[in-house]
């Protein structure tokens, strides 16, 4: 069993930057895929970026591609995602999940365990 506890949404002007935590507790292997979600208001859940666990690979959404990394702490099981140069239409609540699988990332079927969702509201 994995949990998932996202932080570090909050309020910020266009083009400014946030940082969101995802804190893992229970064992995660190599192959899982660490993902982040989005739901804005009134839309589907939409995919934002992965990373495997063991850190040799990444994948993200074309929106976000150039603007937003994922990284991660092995010592601290912990999954960041960091956001620059946001804009309004970034603001969503923001989910962390895990995958016990590599595959079909973007597929929010695919991914096991959720966190609570944290919100980012982008003002203009």
């Known amino acids: 069993q994995v949990q998932l506890v996202e932080s570090g949404g909050g309020l910020v002007q266009a083009g400014g930057s946030l940082r969101l935590s995802c804190a893992a507790s229970?064992?995660?292997?190599?192959?899982?895929?660490m993902g982040w979600f989005r739901r804005a208001p009134g839309k589907e859940r939409e995919f934002v970026v992965a990373?495997?666990?063991?850190?040799?690979?990444?994948f993200y959404a074309d929106s976000v591609k150039g603007r937003f990394t994922i990284s991660r702490d092995n010592a601290k099981n912990t999954v960041y995602l960091q956001m620059n140069s946001l804009k309004p239409e970034d603001t969503a609540v923001y989910y962390c999940?895990?995958?016990?699988?590599?595959?079909?990332?973007?597929?929010?079927?695919?991914?096991?365990?959720w966190g609570q969702g944290t919100q980012v509201t982008v003002s203009s």
């Open positions: 990373l495997k666990w063991s850190g040799d690979s990444t």
């Open positions: 999940a895990a995958s016990t699988s590599w595959v079909v990332l973007t597929d929010s079927r695919r991914y096991n365990y």
């Open positions: 229970g064992r995660i292997f190599s192959n899982y895929a």
